[in-house]
């Protein structure tokens, strides 16, 4: 679960929807009786997964050592 911030525009169906789970999951969540949202209101996210614009994955090469090579980096790298 984590915290998010209810901006202009925001609805529940929006939040829902970009966060990969249910406007009924997030009022329950919030003990909400409507589905009434506020600027500036914190609510409650069910925390199912990180959004793909969001995922740092690294990106790594194959190195084929050769002999004369050291681990040392020098200025030129």
């Known amino acids: 679960m984590f915290m998010y911030t209810v901006k202009s525009g ?3 169906y929006s939040i829902a929807k970009k ?3 249910s406007v009924s999951e997030i009022i329950d ?3 909400l009786t ?6 500036g209101q ?3 996210i069910p925390e ?4 793909e614009d969001e995922i740092y994955l690294p ?3 194959n190195y084929i050592v050769k002999k004369g090579d050291t681990i040392f980096m ?3 790298e």
């Open 10 to 12: 925001d609805t529940l």
């Open 19 to 21: 966060y990969n789970t």
């Open 29 to 31: 969540l919030n003990y």
């Open 34 to 39: 409507n589905s009434n949202l506020k600027v």
């Open 42 to 44: 914190v609510i409650r």
């Open 48 to 51: 199912m997964y990180t959004p």
């Open 59 to 61: 990106q790594y090469t």
């Open 74 to 76: 020098g200025n030129n």
